[in-house]
């Protein structure tokens, strides 16, 4: 992995003050040709498998109409990224990974 995107990786668990998986899609910008790049669901499912995690009690996090609707084809709930690390969330997102 390219040393930017660990310290991009280590940064977001930083500033979450959690220690959590993070993925991403490697290929080059521009349109999707690839079936880890949303909307597909590849990055997702393959994520949910190597940790063992049930989609069905999962938020998807995001900012965009393909986001929810990723979210919906995967049977996730789907939270707007604007105010959900706002303190209000909190409980939420505690619930989401809880500390230890
Ligand atoms: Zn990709």
Redesign the pocket.
Known sequence: MLPAVEACYERVRSLLGLEIGID????AAGP??????KP?P??ILQFALRHDIRLDASILVGRSPADQTLAMRLGMVFRESKGFFESENREERDAIAPAG
């Open positions: 991403h899609c490697p290929h999707p040709v690839c079936w880890c790049r597909m590849g990055l």
